[in-house]
Structures are given as structure tokens and as C-alpha cells.
């Protein structure tokens, strides 16, 4: 068995901040998964509705690795990063980072993992591995998951080569520190306001405010969708709230992110955004519990009473991001024509 030492494995929500959390600690860089979420510019939202995965899906951040490399490049981490069609090649880049006493993250689909209790695809799901042996690999995912846990050296194969929506060609990676802590106070205020005007000025209609908005106006159908609503909502609705697909999750890390930078900066626009995005979370919550209801009972007119929430939704994320784009430098007369 070959393990890395000094692995710190701690209760976290979702799957990229808590791999994120596990490398960067083991090069002595400590922050809080709000603090990674945010500084990664990590919000975001997409409506998604294709053939390939049968059901709308509801994505409430930047793609799968998008907020690593957003990271990396914010603080300056040495982000190294492998991808090969090779299994061999693919083992070998890992064993390789092990074996030289580093974490190593893996992006993979969480469908072939031994330990996932829920077997659907998923092949943005991202973990840190700390060891291996004959037949099992060490892993870390987040506290729903089990935190430290194993999967055969079989299953992690398969989990990684998986083919299909958001995975990667066995991607695996390392990141590297600078030593000691960089200044947070100089890269708080990019990171809103980068994520702010992504989610502000979307290229399509799916994606930011419009997304959302397009969200509201679809989910009414949901019913007409499928033919196993018992099962296709709820679980939609428990991705929203426990996973974070669009729900809840994502926006409860980037309230607590915006409390931590009301920690170092005391500013009226950042308090606005705290405050819109804690209502926002609660709102979610809402929705996700009525889809599921919905589901359970076949009452579209849950589905409309959740669509209604979402169009609230839309103009108060639209609102509080107006706000957090304007953070740098004095511009209360353009946050108020933003407004109008």
C-alpha cells in the first residue's frame, strides 16, 4: 500500500472545492470552500436539456475544472494537468504524483465509483486521491460521499475513461503553492466581479440570468417530460439542493463567500449581494421542495408555483450581480442605470 502522508480530509459540500481543499492543504495553503468557490469565480447557471441525458438538467456553476483553472491562474498555483486516451498512460500519471508524495486530483464519472450511492452519470464529479494498493485506490469526496474512501482500481478505470456529457479524457492534476498565503484582498474583488459579468452578459439564453429565466418558463412542463415523474423529479430536486446542479448548495457557498470578504472589506455593494444571494438560497430551497412534491403527487400546479419562484429568482440574482460588478471603484450612478 502507498499512501501520501498528511492528507487533511475534512467535511466538505462539493466535489471540485473539496479536492481543491485536499491538494492545496497539503502545500500548507489553508482556505475555506466559500473562499475556494468564490476566488474560483464558481457561480454560474445553465438550463441543459439534450437527447443524451434524458431529463433537463439544472447546472448552478461554471463547468466541470473551469473554477480549478480560474483558481490557479487567480493565485498564481502551478496547475499541472494530464489527460491521455492510454489506461496505462492514464495509471501511470497518477502513481507517478503518489509516489512523489503530491495529492492528485482526477476528473471522472461517479457512475462506476464502488462507494456512490447514487447511480446516475456524472462524468463532471472530481476527486482527490491520496493512495492505491493491489486492488483499491484512497480517495477524498465530499462529506455526503463518505469523505475518505475506496473504490477497486477497476471501477476507478472505468470511472475515469467514461465517455459521454462533461468528462474528460482520464484527467488527472496537480497543483503547486506559492509559499505562504498569497493576499486575498487583492484578488477578492476580480473574482466577483469576473463572475458577475459572466453571469450578467451570458452568450446564450441558457446560460446566467437568462438561463434561470428560461428555467422558469420550462420547468411548468416538467410533467409532460417524462413518463416516471416519481422518479425523475424528486431526484432532479435532490440534485438542485444536496448536489448543487442549481440549487441551493452553490448559492449558500457564495453567501458565505460574500460574508467572509465582508471580513476584509467593508462595502456597501458587497453587503447588497450578501444579502440578495442569502434570500436567494432560501428560495431555491423552496423550489426544489415543490419539484419534488410535484413529482411525487403529479400536481403541475406545483411545477408553476415552482416556476413562478424562479422568475423571483431571476431578478434577484440579475440584481445582486449588478451590484457585485460595479465592486471596483466608486459607480452607485451605473449600479442605479443597471437597474432600470
Known amino acids: 500500500m502507498t499512501t501520501v502522508t ?5 467535511e466538505m459540500q462539493h466535489c471540485e472545492t473539496t479536492a481543491l481543499g485536499v491538494l492545496l492543504r497539503h502545500q500548507s495553503l489553508d482556505l475555506s470552500e466559500p473562499m475556494l468557490f468564490g476566488l474560483g469565480s464558481g457561480l454560474s447557471f445553465i438550463y441543459w436539456d439534450s437527447k443524451n441525458i434524458g431529463f433537463p438538467f439544472l447546472g448552478g456553476r461554471v463547468k466541470p475544472f473551469e473554477l480549478t483553472r480560474n483558481l490557479a491562474a487567480r493565485l498564481g498555483l502551478d496547475l499541472t494537468v494530464q489527460e491521455t486516451t492510454s489506461a496505462r498512460r492514464a495509471w501511470e500519471n497518477v502513481v507517478g504524483a503518489i509516489d512523489d508524495g503530491r495529492p492528485v486530483g482526477l476528473q471522472l464519472d461517479s457512475y462506476h465509483l464502488d462507494y456512490f450511492g447514487s447511480k446516475v452519470h456524472f462524468g463532471g464529479h472530481i476527486v482527490a ?3 492505491y494498493d ?4 484512497y480517495l477524498v469526496d465530499t462529506a455526503q460521499q ?4 475506496t473504490t477497486s482500481l477497476t471501477s476507478l478505470a472505468a470511472a475515469r475513461a467514461a465517455r459521454g456529457p462533461m468528462t474528460a479524457k482520464n484527467r488527472s492534476f496537480t497543483l503547486i503553492a506559492p509559499n505562504g498565503l498569497p493576499s486575498l484582498k487583492n484578488h477578492i474583488i476580480p ?3 469576473t463572475c458577475a459579468n459572466a453571469f450578467l452578459n451570458p452568450p446564450i439564453a441558457n446560460l446566467g440570468h437568462r438561463g434561470i429565466t428560461k428555467a422558469a418558463k420550462l420547468i411548468p412542463t416538467w410533467l409532460d417530460r417524462t413518463d416516471t415523474p416519481q422518479r425523475d423529479l424528486p431526484q432532479a430536486a435532490l440534485l438542485m439542493e444536496k448536489a448543487g446542479t442549481g440549487g441551493a448548495l452553490f448559492r449558500n457557498l457564495y453567501r458565505d463567500f460574500l460574508a467572509e470578504c465582508l471580513e476584509v472589506f467593508d462595502n456597501d455593494h458587497l453587503r447588497t449581494g450578501h444579502q ?3 434570500e436567494a438560497a432560501a428560495l431555491w430551497t423552496e423550489a426544489a421542495a415543490l419539484i ?3 413529482g411525487e403527487s403529479g400536481d403541475a400546479q406545483r411545477l408553476t408555483e415552482a416556476g413562478a419562484i424562479l422568475d423571483d429568482l431571476s431578478r434577484i440574482e440579475h440584481e445582486a450581480m449588478t451590484v457585485l460588478s460595479c465592486l471596483e471603484g466608486d459607480h452607485s450612478e451605473e449600479v442605479e442605470r443597471r437597474l432600470r
Do not use: E, F, H, P
Open 6 to 10: 498528511g492528507i487533511d480530509a475534512r
Open 129 to 131: 486521491m491520496y493512495g
Open 134 to 137: 493491489d486492488r483499491n485506490a
Open 146 to 149: 463518505g469523505g475518505k474512501v
Open 191 to 193: 473574482a466577483i466581479t
Open 276 to 278: 440578495l444571494y442569502a
Open 292 to 294: 419534488s412534491a410535484a
